[in-house]
């Protein structure tokens, strides 16, 4: 009998889903595999299917089709949401500054690091032990002035924390400050509409919800916001030229529109699935950990540390034993070090270092949670008995 594998590494990436598929295909093949910007036919298909998608992620996430910016994927549009401001900023004659929060995604925290390296300024946000933005940090840094943007994730993508968005967007816009959320662990999981935030600029990426990679999105509901930082012909108003990727984003329209229908239905299953496998795991390991407790959490992330091991031997031994999970954000590599997440939070060294994330997605299931449960204790226990062989 083969061995049951088990994926809970959802937040990293998903499945295309075969409905996504199904309506991409027709821009892999002969019939609609025109470039967007040609006036001919094939062309005007390509065009057809693009308007499409505008209209798709537009209509999910609340905003208008012309305000819908493709992308390479959400790393791309938040160094255009984040750079791009700043550069539209510096050329206004207004301040070449960004403040971001200390446990965004590596894309964000790179993004506001390299307009330092223009010759600008970034102003770090620390969070509380829940996650979320120290609130008085980001007025103080309002007050001062001299501010572009502020960036902070809607969701939290190592810990699941859901931000205040909606008041921290609408203190920028009192402030006269614009404001970009990267949505990617959102969207599709909580509920997300610019209908009623004052949000200028937001994140989606693809994989996240069913789409391929290598496709996003940024919602730009003010063009004057942002300046290109790729370089090239009018496409997508100047704002991200290149020929369009249209099997991706015709995938990532019918993705999006998957996304918003289900979700009601959906975060309540996989957010009774994350608390039974918490009240689970603390049952048969009682000094675990689970990070941001404290605060509102999306539902299909948590976040454990289990003392006296390292996440990177617990991924070992659990990936021989058929669960696939992670150790915090996917698009970080290297030595065992602490989440910077994690390290944000306040959590020690020594628990920041043994922490692992489960991240569930549609096809997941509560034989999932038995399996991971019914291997763990024996993985812990070996784990923990080379630790200590290790550190005599």
């Known amino acids: 009998m083969a061995k049951r ?75 255009l949401a984040i750079i791009g401001a700043a550069l539209a900023a510096r050329d206004r004659g207004g301040p070449f500054r960004v403040a971001v929060s200390a446990t965004e995604h590596k894309a964000a925290l790179a993004a506001a690091h390299a307009v330092k390296h223009l010759g600008g300024e970034e102003v770090t946000l620390p969070v509380t032990a829940s996650g979320t933005v120290d609130e008085i940090a980001l007025e103080t840094a309002l007050d001062g002035g001299g501010v572009a943007l502020v960036s902070v994730m809607w969701v939290n993508n190592e810990v699941g924390t859901v931000q205040p968005v909606g008041r921290i967007a609408q203190r920028c816009c009192d402030a006269g400050v614009l404001f970009h959320s990267d949505a990617v ?25 069913g789409a391929p990679k290598g496709i996003g999105a940024l919602v730009v509901r003010d063009r004057q916001a942002v300046e290109a930082i790729i370089h090239g012909g009018g496409q997508q108003f100047g704002i991200r030229p290149g020929t369009e990727n249209v099997p991706g984003i015709v995938g990532l329209g019918k993705a999006a529109e998957l996304a918003a229908r289900e979700r009601a239905a959906l975060a309540p299953r996989l957010a009774a699935l994350r608390d039974e496998l918490e009240r689970r795991l603390l049952e048969i390991l009682p ?32 990936d021989l034993g058929g669960i696939a999970c992670s150790s915090g954000s996917a698009c970080s590599t290297g030595a065992v070090e602490p989440s910077h997440v994690l390290t944000a939070m306040g959590v020690p060294r020594e628990l920041g270092v043994a922490a692992l994330r489960f991240s569930f997605g549609k096809d997941n299931s509560a034989e999932d949670v038995d399996a991971l449960i019914g291997v763990l204790p024996r993985i812990v226990e070996k784990v923990r008995s080379l630790s200590a062989v290790l550190h005599r």
């Open 5 to 79: 594998v088990v994926y809970l590494d959802n937040a990293a990436t998903t499945p295309v889903r075969p409905e996504v598929l199904e309506t991409m295909l027709p821009y892999l093949g002969k019939d609609a595999f025109g470039n967007p910007s040609s006036a001919h036919r094939f062309g005007r298909a390509a065009r057809a299917g693009v308007e499409e998608a505008k209209r798709q992620v537009a209509e999910a996430v609340g905003a208008e089709p012309n305000q819908v910016i493709f992308t390479s994927g959400g790393t791309e549009a938040d160094n």
């Open 287 to 318: 000094d675990a950990v689970i990070h941001g407790w404290q605060g509102e959490r999306a539902p299909h992330v948590t976040n454990v540390s289990i003392p006296g091991t390292d996440s990177e031997a617990l991924l070992m031994h659990l």
């Open 185 to 209: 662990q959102a969207f599709g999981k909580i509920p997300v509409s610019l209908r009623d935030v004052p949000c200028t600029l937001l994140t989606i990426s693809g994989h996240k919800i």
